[in-house]
C-alpha cells in the first residue's frame, strides 16, 4: 500500500553536499520512517531514523553531526541533507518505512516497505 520514491543522489566530491528526498504515499500512516545505505562490499546500514510523530531522530555514530534527517508531513516527504560528505559515504541510499513501536537504526527488519534506492558517490 505504501511508495516510496528516492531522489536526489549523485556524484559529488568531498566535502561537498547533497539533499536526497523520498516521496511516500502514505506518509502519515507511518510510525517511523528511515534512511539505509550498502556500500560494495559492506551490508546495509541504518544511517538514520525519525518518528513520524514525535519526531526524535537518531542517527549512526558515522555520520552524526553531518547528516540530518527531517520530514514534511503534508508534502509526505522524508528528506536526508548531507553535508561534509566523505568517499566513505558512496553507497546506495534507501529510504522505509515502519509502523510498528520501533525506530531503531539497527532493526531493518521493522521496516515494511522500501525504495529502490538513489546512488551517491562521494570522490
Known amino acids: 500500500q505504501v511508495q516510496l520514491v528516492e531522489s536526489g543522489g549523485g556524484s559529488v566530491q568531498a566535502g561537498g553536499s547533497l539533499r536526497l528526498s523520498c516521496a511516500a504515499s502514505?506518509?502519515?500512516?507511518?510510525?517511523?520512517m528511515g534512511w539505509f545505505r550498502r556500500a560494495p562490499g559492506k551490508e546495509r546500514e541504518g544511517v538514520a531514523t525519525?518518528?513520524?510523530?514525535?519526531?526524535?531522530?537518531y542517527y549512526a555514530d558515522s555520520v552524526k553531526g553531518r547528516f540530518t534527517i527531517s520530514k514534511d508531513n503534508v508534502k509526505n516527504t522524508l528528506y536526508l541533507q548531507m553535508n561534509s560528505l566523505k568517499p566513505e559515504d558512496t553507497a546506495m541510499y534507501y529510504c522505509a518505512t515502519a509502523r510498528g513501536l520501533y525506530c531503531r537504526l539497527t532493526g531493518e527488519q521493522d521496516f515494511d516497505y522500501w525504495g529502490q534506492g538513489t546512488q551517491v558517490t562521494v570522490s
Open positions: 525519525i518518528y513520524t510523530r514525535g519526531g526524535n531522530t
Open positions: 502514505e506518509y502519515t500512516s507511518s510510525t517511523c
